[in-house]
């Protein structure tokens, strides 16, 4: 089996993995020196942490005079990174209330140790989500605003702009939207990490009849 976590005897395949992970932090850097814009925030969801881990550093490598500032996003009810940065001893934690999601590819407890250290130190915030956010960012990316194109996105891929946009659009986010910086000034990255992996389920989610967003944000 090959995974992108790592523990004591098994780092290789997981540092291979992770850098791998940098290819397209690297092909968004391109594509924004393009248009001579560079992010003044960038949100990433996490499992282990290991693709989040590898975008964050890569970025903060890469644009260390105009840092964006970071935000980590997991499934409220797998939540090894936030629970590790709540406890702040600089130790990587398990997850405690370690529930089903349907954010299934980021349905994991335990950190990754290789890339915790840079979540840690350069992520500015950690959130966890319940599944509506999940759902609202997938809805979102399939019927865009004006000529914008859909994007095809699976739960574990949209939750980061189903966040943004509960935040940025929702009163109640207010004072939370002022403090991160939100305003129309913002330029904010994500990344996409999945398709409809389950397509029956995405259907179902898009089409509406599966119906989260009564639940508590």
């Not at 290991?50 to 105009?66: F, H, I, T």
């Not at 590790?84 to 001893?89: E, I, K, N, P």
């Not at 999940?134 to 399939?142: P, S």
């Not at 004006?146 to 109640?172: K, W």
Request: charged fraction near 20%; charge should be negative.
């Amino acid at each position: 089996m090959v995974q992108d976590t790592s523990w004591d005897g098994y780092e290789q395949i997981p540092t291979r993995i992770i850098q791998g992970y940098t290819t397209m932090a690297d092909e968004a850097c391109r594509q924004l020196e393009a248009t001579g814009l560079s992010p003044t925030h960038v949100f990433v969801q996490a499992g282990v942490g290991a693709m989040a881990g590898s975008v964050v550093g890569y970025l903060a490598n890469v644009w260390q005079d105009r840092r964006p500032r970071f935000g980590v996003v997991e499934p409220e009810s797998m939540t090894c990174i936030y629970r590790s940065a709540q406890v702040d001893d600089g130790a990587p934690h398990a997850a405690v209330d370690q529930r089903p999601t349907i954010m299934a590819g980021l349905n994991c407890g335990e950190p990754c140790t290789l890339t915790w250290p840079i979540l840690r130190d350069f992520a500015d915030w950690y959130f966890k989500c319940p599944d509506h956010v999940a759902v609202r960012g997938m809805r979102l990316l399939a019927a865009p605003e004006a000529d914008d194109l859909p994007v095809i996105s699976g739960e574990s891929g949209a939750v980061t702009v189903g966040l943004i946009d509960l935040i940025a659009g929702e009163p109640e986010y207010a004072a939370l939207r002022a403090k991160m910086g939100l305003d129309e000034n913002a330029v904010v990255l994500c990344f996409s990490t999945e398709g409809d992996t389950d397509p029956a389920h995405y259907r179902q989610i898009i089409q509406g009849s599966e119906d989260l967003s009564n639940e508590d944000h």
